[in-house]
């Protein structure tokens, strides 16, 4: 059987070639007629550069049509994506053509010159270009190809994508995900969330990411639904689209924003079937209120790079705010508490997961891969986490940003909700930093809603206000108040950033 994903994917694309995929800001439309045809081309060209399938194709370019299409045809062709965010740099540049080699680099326009003497560099062959309106020499190669190409087979186990991560903790890795492993997870979340006939997606997420590229748009081409399809987050054209759509897919910062907006009601989202939330903890706070003004119960599900999602809130069941819900069907999870036994309940431990979608590995690091797996073919996820009596897990923070003062554990979370909690507190962030005693101290880094009557509470009231509710060396050390945040692009909190800044304030 040919397990090439694209072409599960096309198998369910409707049978009229004229029904809408995406559907673009200025009101242009890409019909699954245009996507079979225009993939078929790159395909095509992909073949005709000389490039075999297993070779790398690597592409910095803006969330477009185009770069979509780019996507497919690469999986028609056999070669593996390897998509990455337009934010990148020369630096990390460098180190992911060097690292993956790819045959093709297809760079934004502004970026030519660097990509040109990078690509030399790496020995990547050849370097086309895309641009931010879908324009470009990547384009121009494509056009005389033929607009039908035979998807050529592919193994469940052979490479569709790597993608680099998004290295909160150290240096970037590649991901290894085979056309099995995407192909299990698509099937799955498609199912999962019961995708339907008559489904419109608002895809407001960046497709560099297994977010917006694997998870959103699978499930929408699979279900062969229309996408609205928008080059980036944006609260007032949310705010236009959501009437006419029926499942969204965000980051948590995306519906904060949403609820600043005094207009986004119940009937902003008379359409809407599903709201899911992810890649960064939802506050349970954005949870409630989100209820209370829609009437929707956001469904936060978890998971990561290196293997899609994981586990979800159940959609026929209770949605339970502050969870992630249970292990999706086919992943099979394990949290492992201290001494390397299964954690209690109750009890937080290293959460570990197999299951179909779970990557191959990380591209050219056979120790790193090894060190990640357990001998019965486990992978540690890095997070920690805990089970509740019904089998709901909750995410404590990653296992590097556990904060080790005094010879005792801290999970940054239990300290981050009781902040949360007090007047005023938009968010927080718990960090270790070093301490001549502790090792680590607690140091919490705290935001004020932007509107709080009064800024009521100062450092050190803060730390009174938590005292009495922690044990003592749980209670911050430290408080700092800040504007914001520092997120990457999905909406994470870089906490490496935070402790390089903090570390080094000399006013402690
Ligand atoms: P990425 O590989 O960029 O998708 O990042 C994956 C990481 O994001 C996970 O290992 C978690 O630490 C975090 N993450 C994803 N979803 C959630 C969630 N719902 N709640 C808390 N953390 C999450």
């Not at 242009?28 to 075999?52: C, F, H, P, Q």
């Not at 800044?501 to 000399?506: H, L, Q, V």
């Amino acid at each position: 059987m040919n397990a090439n994903l694209y072409s599960l994917l096309a198998a369910h694309f409707p049978g009229d070639p004229h029904a809408p995929c995406l559907i673009l800001p200025d009101g242009r439309v890409w019909t699954y007629g245009d996507i079979e045809r225009a993939s078929a081309r790159m395909a095509n060209m992909i073949v005709a550069l000389g490039l075999k399938p297993g070779d790398r194709l690597a592409a910095q370019v803006e969330k477009t049509p185009e770069a979509l299409v780019l996507y497919l045809a690469s999986l028609r062709a056999g070669t593996v994506f390897l998509p990455l965010n337009p934010a990148y740099q020369r630096q990390e540049l460098e180190h992911f053509l060097q690292d993956a080699t790819p045959g093709l680099f297809v760079c934004r326009p502004p970026m030519r010159a660097l990509a040109d003497e990078l690509a030399a560099a790496a020995g990547v062959a050849q370097v086309l270009e895309l641009d931010d309106a879908g324009r470009g020499s990547l384009i121009d190669a494509a056009a005389p190809h033929a607009d039908e190409f035979a998807t050529l087979p592919r193994e469940k186990s052979d490479l569709a994508a790597i993608l680099y991560t998004s290295g909160t903790t150290g240096r970037s890795k590649g991901a290894m995900l085979s056309h099995g492993n995407l192909a299990h997870n698509a099937r799955t979340l498609h199912e999962y969330w019961h995708f339907q006939t008559g489904d419109v997606l608002l895809h407001m997420l960046p497709t560099f990411h297994v977010h917006g590229l694997f998870v959103a748009c699978h499930c929408a081409l699979l279900n062969g639904s229309a996408m609205f399809f928008e080059p980036k987050f944006d609260a007032a054209r949310a705010m236009n689209l959501l009437p006419q759509s029926t499942v969204m897919m965000g980051v948590p910062t995306y519906y904060v924003r949403l609820l600043l907006d005094p207009g986004f009601t119940r009937d902003t989202c008379r359409r809407m079937r599903l709201f899911i939330s992810g890649s960064a903890p939802l506050l349970r706070e954005t949870f409630d209120e989100f209820k209370s003004r829609t009437g929707h119960t956001i469904l936060e599900r978890y998971g990561m790079t290196e293997g899609g999602m994981f586990t979800s809130n159940p959609y026929d069941g209770e949605r339970r705010g502050g969870t992630v819900g249970f292990p999706l069907p086919g992943t099979a999870i394990r949290i492992v508490g201290a001494g390397g036994t299964p954690a209690k309940t109750g009890e937080v431990g290293g959460i570990q997961v197999k299951g179909e979608n779970v990557f191959l590995g990380y591209w050219g690091m056979p120790e790193k891969t090894r060190e990640e797996f357990t001998a019965d073919g486990f992978f540690k996820t890095g997070d920690m986490g805990s089970w509740d009596t019904e089998y709901y897990i909750t995410i404590s923070g990653r296992s590097k940003d556990l904060v080790i003062t005094g010879g005792l554990n801290v999970y940054p979370k239990e300290i981050e909700e009781l902040i949360d909690a007090l007047p005023g507190v938009a968010e927080s962030a718990v960090i270790g930093l070093p301490h001549p005693d502790f090792g680590e101290a607690v140091t919490a880094v705290v935001v004020w809603q932007k509107n709080a009557e009064g800024k009521a509470l100062s450092e050190d009231g803060i730390i009174a206000a938590v005292k009495d509710r922690l044990a003592n060396f749980k209670v911050p050390k430290w408080v700092y108040l800040v504007d914001e945040l520092p997120r990457n692009a999905m909406g994470k909190v870089q906490k490496n950033l935070l402790r390089q800044e903090y570390s080094a304030r000399p006013s402690r």
